[in-house]
């Protein structure tokens, strides 16, 4: 998440300087940035979530055979 917020945010800071439009594209940018990054968290969490089902899924199959 942290990597994201800070691409963002040099991309927004960097688009500021070059287009002099300073600090409304650090904001947007800023704001994708944090939007990417819960977004990845929230497929690792899911992703997570799914492989712990299956692994207690199999667990409970070993025990009852």
Do not use: H, K
Request: charged content about 20%; glycine content about 10%.
């Amino acid at each position: 998440m942290v990597a994201s917020c800070m691409i963002g945010l040099a991309m927004g800071y960097y688009l500021d300087q070059w287009l002099d439009t300073s600090p409304w594209l650090t904001m947007i940018f800023l704001c994708f940035g944090v939007a990417s990054g819960f977004r990845n968290i929230f497929i690792l969490t899911a992703r997570e979530l799914r492989r712990q089902e299956r692994e207690q899924q199999r667990n409970n199959g070993d025990e009852s055979g």
